[in-house]
């Protein structure tokens, strides 16, 4: 059952890889709203 | 508009768990490979995902930059439809190298100017190259994947990682490689035509997209290497679960696209906003609502 | 069409004077391909024998290096002296600059392959089995090859930052086609192995496909500024 390890390896790295792009979107996100509500203030 | 996104969500949520259900657990396991290969199920619509994504990017590219004058403009939409209509016709005219379909690639050169003229309608102006820079990412997000899950499948089925002479394999690299380039060019690129050069450097790995893998091809003919993946037919039940995983991936790869989408609109706003504070004065008013992204007129 | 040939071949005629007159690149340039040679013999061992069979892939790698160097001096003498600004303006089409400055370049890296070759010879003993005639049109087709795009990638990489690694950053993926057809072509010439038509003929489409697209968009590079 060792092969069974790749399996479990290759679903977990997948959502690994989009979970980390999807946080990077979400911190840009975040960092920006933040200029906009500066901009918006001044 | 926005409350569609949380709705999509849910409803992609519960797509992307019932494949992964069919995947393990429906699908049956295959005679010689065992459970392993279920990863086919996470490595195909990825690569196909992927394949997508920056097909979309080329044509938003090609367009991009022939919507700049006027004299390319109209050239550009008489030469997409002549493309796809040659295209279709050589597709069943010529002879093709071994494992590819001729109506695999009509549909590919038809799709071509259907994209053009669709991507031209809902993308106008800058609305393309925003599109192109969210394509091009999403999609190197999804050919990393495919890249890293390919290796993983093949160690335990093949008892290699990798084989240079694997055609598929290697061709996804090489497309890998040039779209990470795309988004370095793009970043590192003060000039304030950035988006026209990074939309050349998408028709150049356009073009060498099919160099590569006929290099390989005939590489191969000459060097006999493992295949990995195999061809030839699969179970129509296994075809059927590797359907569902797709469809539930591009729901998903849309939604992560709409979201890299906007974030690249706030981001040019910002920008925008920056610009007009330092031409106008720093205790200035500021117009923030000015569009960002208007549709390019005449230049 | 006239017009055309008579720019490219002016501006063509005036780097090679300059050239000439400096030869500062062209002196470190030589050296450093006899210095790339030296090194790969060192790292893979010329008695091996195996050598015929990777002999191919050495010299082309070697080759592509010598010729990025040389490929980042291509707009360098323009770039300080303002010549693209007044280019742009000029009524000359902009596609006579990239030609001279690509066969300009096709010329260099000629002259650099022409020093490497006899070296690799000699380090590595080699001999061609197969028909050795068929290596000059193969070093033709695959020099234009990288230098064509070489030139175009380095007028691109001109208003980035790290502007020095740009260039083959742009340009590996992009040549890989073209890097397979003179690596297989060489090595099935020298071992005589198989027959090199294919990749005579692959190098061929390469070097049409690109040097279109070159062409056609150059312009936009060149105002990219």
Same mark, same amino acid.
């Given at each position: 059952?060792?092969?069974?390890?790749?399996?479990?390896?290759?679903?977990?790295?997948?959502?690994?890889?989009?979970?980390?792009?999807?946080?990077?979107?979400?911190?840009?996100?975040?960092?920006?709203?933040?200029?906009?509500?500066?901009?918006?203030?001044? | #508009?926005?409350?569609?996104?949380?709705?999509?969500?849910?409803?992609?949520?519960?797509?992307?768990?019932?494949?992964?259900?069919? &995947?393990?657990? %429906?699908?049956? +396991?295959?005679?010689?490979?065992? /459970?392993?290969?279920?990863?086919?199920?996470?490595?195909?619509?990825?690569?196909?995902?992927?394949?997508?994504?920056? *097909?979309?990017?080329?044509?938003?590219?090609?367009?991009?930059?022939?919507?700049?004058?006027?004299? +390319?403009?109209?050239?550009?939409?008489?030469?997409?439809?002549?493309?796809?209509?040659?295209?279709?016709?050589?597709?069943?005219?010529?002879?093709?190298?071994?494992?590819?379909?001729?109506?695999?690639?009509? +549909?590919?050169?038809?799709?071509?100017?259907?994209?053009?003229?669709?991507?031209?309608?809902?993308?106008?102006?800058?609305?393309? /190259?925003?599109?192109? %820079?969210?394509?091009?990412?999403?999609?190197?997000? *999804?050919?990393?994947?495919?890249? %890293?899950?390919?290796?993983? @499948? &093949?160690?335990?089925?093949?008892?290699? @990682? @990798?084989?240079?002479?694997?055609?598929?394999?290697?061709? +996804?690299?090489?497309?890998?490689?040039?779209?990470?380039?795309?988004?370095?060019?793009?970043?590192?690129?003060?000039?304030?035509?950035?988006?026209?050069? &990074?939309?050349?450097?998408?028709?150049?790995?356009?073009? /060498?997209?099919?160099?590569?893998?006929?290099?390989? @091809?005939?590489?191969?003919?000459?060097?006999?290497?493992?295949?990995?993946?195999?061809?030839?037919? #699969?179970?129509?039940? #296994?075809? /059927?679960?590797? #359907?569902?995983?797709?469809?539930? *991936?591009? *729901?998903?790869?849309?939604?992560?696209?709409?979201?890299?989408?906007?974030?690249?609109?706030?981001?040019?706003?910002?920008?925008?906003?920056?610009?007009?504070?330092?031409?106008?004065?720093?205790?200035?008013?500021?117009?923030?609502?000015?569009?960002?992204?208007?549709?390019?007129?005449?230049? | 069409?006239?017009?055309?040939?008579?720019?490219? !071949?002016?501006?063509?005629?005036?780097?090679?004077?300059?050239?000439?007159?400096?030869?500062?690149?062209?002196?470190?340039?030589?050296?450093?391909?006899?210095?790339? $040679? $030296?090194?790969?013999?060192?790292?893979?061992?010329?008695?091996?024998?195996?050598?015929?069979?990777?002999?191919?892939?050495?010299?082309?790698?070697?080759?592509?290096?010598?010729?990025?160097?040389?490929?980042?001096?291509?707009?360098?003498?323009?770039?300080?002296?303002?010549?693209?600004?007044?280019?742009?303006?000029?009524?000359?089409?902009?596609?006579?600059?990239?030609?001279?400055?690509?066969?300009?370049?096709?010329?260099?890296?000629?002259?650099?392959?022409?020093?490497?070759?006899?070296?690799?010879?000699?380090?590595?003993?080699?001999?061609?089995?197969?028909?050795?005639?068929?290596?000059?049109?193969?070093?033709? !087709?695959?020099?234009?090859?990288?230098?064509?795009?070489?030139?175009?990638?380095?007028?691109?990489?001109?208003?980035?930052?790290?502007?020095?690694?740009?260039?083959?950053? !742009?340009?590996?993926?992009?040549?890989?086609?073209?890097?397979?057809?003179? $690596?297989?072509?060489?090595? =099935?010439?020298?071992?005589?192995?198989?027959?090199?038509?294919?990749?005579?003929?692959?190098?061929?489409?390469?070097?049409?496909?690109?040097?279109? =697209?070159?062409?056609?968009?150059?312009?936009?590079?060149?105002?990219?500024?």
């Amino acid at each position: 059952m060792n092969a069974i390890k790749f399996l479990y390896a290759a679903y977990i790295v997948t959502w690994l890889i989009h979970v980390l792009y999807i946080g990077t979107i979400v911190h840009r996100f975040s960092r920006l709203r933040r200029e906009m509500k500066e901009f918006k203030r001044k | #508009m926005k409350r569609a996104f949380p709705i999509l969500a849910i409803v992609t949520a519960v797509l992307l768990a019932y494949a992964l259900y069919q &995947a393990l657990v %429906v699908a049956p +396991t295959d005679a010689q490979q065992g /459970d392993v290969y279920r990863i086919i199920y996470y490595h195909v619509p990825s690569a196909w995902t992927a394949f997508l994504l920056f *097909f979309i990017n080329f044509i938003a590219s090609v367009r991009y930059l022939a919507d700049g004058k006027p004299s +390319t403009r109209q050239a550009a939409k008489w030469i997409a439809v002549a493309v796809g209509v040659a295209g279709a016709v050589a597709a069943f005219v010529i002879p093709l190298p071994g494992g590819i379909r001729p109506s695999a690639i009509a +549909t590919t050169v038809l799709a071509i100017p259907v994209f053009y003229f669709l991507l031209g309608k809902y993308f106008p102006g800058e609305k393309l /190259d925003v599109l192109a %820079v969210t394509t091009a990412e999403v999609g190197v997000v *999804f050919c990393t994947i495919v890249l %890293v899950t390919g290796p993983i @499948w &093949a160690r335990p089925v093949w008892g290699i @990682w @990798w084989a240079p002479g694997d055609i598929r394999l290697t061709s +996804t690299l090489v497309l890998w490689l040039i779209y990470v380039s795309y988004l370095i060019l793009r970043r590192f690129s003060d000039s304030a035509q950035t988006q026209k050069l &990074a939309a050349a450097l998408a028709v150049f790995g356009a073009l /060498d997209v099919p160099l590569v893998y006929f290099s390989i @091809w005939f590489f191969r003919t000459q060097h006999p290497q493992p295949v990995i993946g195999g061809g030839g037919s #699969m179970d129509p039940k #296994m075809l /059927d679960v590797l #359907m569902i995983s797709w469809t539930a *991936f591009l *729901f998903f790869a849309f939604l992560v696209c709409w979201s890299r989408y906007r974030l690249e609109i706030l981001r040019r706003e910002v920008e925008q906003a920056h610009a007009m504070q330092s031409l106008s004065g720093a205790d200035s008013s500021v117009s923030i609502s000015s569009p960002a992204v208007s549709t390019r007129g005449s230049q | 069409m006239n017009s055309l040939w008579s720019v490219t !071949l002016a501006t063509l005629a005036k780097d090679i004077r300059l050239e000439w007159r400096s030869k500062d690149a062209l002196n470190s340039m030589l050296f450093f391909s006899l210095l790339v $040679v $030296v090194i790969f013999s060192f790292s893979f061992d010329p008695l091996a024998e195996e050598s015929r069979r990777i002999a191919g892939g050495l010299i082309w790698v070697a080759i592509l290096f010598a010729a990025v160097v040389a490929l980042n001096q291509t707009w360098a003498r323009e770039l300080r002296n303002q010549v693209l600004d007044a280019y742009r303006v000029s009524p000359a089409p902009a596609n006579a600059l990239f030609l001279a400055k690509a066969l300009g370049n096709f010329i260099f890296v000629s002259v650099l392959e022409a020093l490497m070759a006899p070296l690799f010879i000699v380090f590595y003993n080699l001999r061609a089995v197969g028909p050795a005639w068929q290596l000059i049109p193969i070093a033709l !087709l695959g020099t234009w090859a990288l230098v064509v795009n070489g030139t175009f990638f380095a007028a691109m990489s001109i208003r980035t930052r790290s502007r020095e690694i740009m260039l083959p950053l !742009l340009l590996f993926p992009v040549s890989i086609p073209a890097v397979i057809g003179m $690596v297989a072509g060489t090595t =099935a010439i020298l071992t005589g192995d198989d027959p090199a038509h294919f990749w005579i003929i692959l190098l061929l489409t390469y070097d049409v496909v690109f040097t279109t =697209a070159c062409l056609a968009l150059f312009e936009t590079v060149l105002q990219a500024e």
